[in-house]
């Protein structure tokens, strides 16, 4: 068998395509446009990446973007003072604090500071047990890109068995959470997890979230299953360089699965996507509006 790849990046161009049609409505309709605000201590060279590349998509999709970067030793004071006055900015439907954060900074105070409204990451702490609880939240970005991924694979996930490697509060438990809330019968797989291979070759639907590069060979998968990498990891190539792999080996699990995200281009781009998404439904709940459909768990 060969994998049908699901084709992430197109995916997520389709879901900003329909984020921008619902910030055109609410800005020709209601005169309001969606604002995402996305703060950023420090200079890791990573995170300066994110952050360029969402403010660009945030202003690609017809949204405002207010970005605020800070010194490496800003006090927690001070950047608690900024989410405050973000919290109280009534242009701001979203706040994104880019994590890390330097560890002078305690990072769950910081998130829990923001409103849950607003936390467009889905990160704090009301949010986090409005999901476990079936509530609407604020979902967060990369297991609702593999969620979408998923209902659009399969229609309805009901019944299926799904194995999450990784139990990691930003992907592998609200994973799981959305997963139990399609009712999925669901395993969360991690470090010490006896006869791992066994268990992932029971799953109907394996998320690997682990960032171990290749981890996942294709003899652990049920074949037909269907494979969701979230992993991006930096390798080597043989050559002189280095590549994007995912958590899964791509090559032997495509000859098994039925179905499969390629890294990168599967998950990646659906975490942004996910992101604007979010910062629209936040938009309308704060001013009471009906939520855009298909944008939410
Ligand atoms: P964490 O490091 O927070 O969690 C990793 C999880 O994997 C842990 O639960 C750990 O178990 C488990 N694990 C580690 N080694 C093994 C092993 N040998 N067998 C089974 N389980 C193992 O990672 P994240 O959840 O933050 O990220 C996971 C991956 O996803 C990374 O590659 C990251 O870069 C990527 N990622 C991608 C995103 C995207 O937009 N596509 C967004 C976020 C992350 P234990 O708890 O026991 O230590």
Request: a negative charge; glycine letters at 10%.
């Amino acid at each position: 068998m060969t994998a049908t790849v699901i084709d992430g990046k197109a995916f997520a161009a389709n879901v900003r395509a329909h984020v921008a049609t619902h910030v055109d409505t609410l800005r020709d309709e209601h005169g309001i446009t969606p604002g995402l605000a996305v703060v950023l201590v420090g200079e890791d060279p990573a995170s300066q990446v994110y952050v360029r590349s969402k403010g660009k998509m945030t202003v690609e999709v017809g949204m405002a973007s207010f970005e605020h970067k800070l010194d490496a030793d800003v006090s927690e004071a001070d950047l608690l003072s900024l989410i405050d006055r973000l919290n109280n900015d009534p242009t701001v439907h979203g706040i994104l604090v880019q994590l890390p954060l330097p560890g002078h900074l305690d990072s769950d105070l910081v998130i829990n500071a923001i409103n849950p409204a607003k936390d467009v990451d889905g990160f704090h702490i009301s949010n986090v047990g409005l999901l476990a609880t079936g509530q609407k939240s604020m979902v967060p970005c990369t297991p609702l890109g593999c969620l979408m991924m998923l209902r659009d694979y399969h229609g309805s996930l009901s019944g299926m068995d799904a194995v999450i490697i990784g139990r990691s509060n930003i992907v592998g438990k609200p994973m799981a959470q959305l997963l139990l809330g399609d009712s999925c019968t669901v395993t969360i797989a991690h470090s010490r997890t006896k006869d791992l291979p066994g268990v992932v070759r029971r799953a109907d639907i394996v998320v690997a979230a682990v960032g171990r590069p290749q981890m996942v060979p294709g003899d652990w998968i049920k074949p037909g299953a269907t494979v969701i990498d979230v992993g991006i990891n930096r390798i080597d190539k043989p050559g002189g360089g280095t590549r994007l792999v995912g958590d899964v080996d791509y090559d032997s699990c495509a000859q098994v699965a039925g179905a499969i995200t390629p890294v990168p281009g599967g998950v990646g781009p659906m975490t942004i996507a996910c992101l604007l998404a979010n910062t629209v439904t936040a938009c309308c709940r704060a001013h009471g509006l009906p939520e855009p459909e298909g944008l939410t768990a």
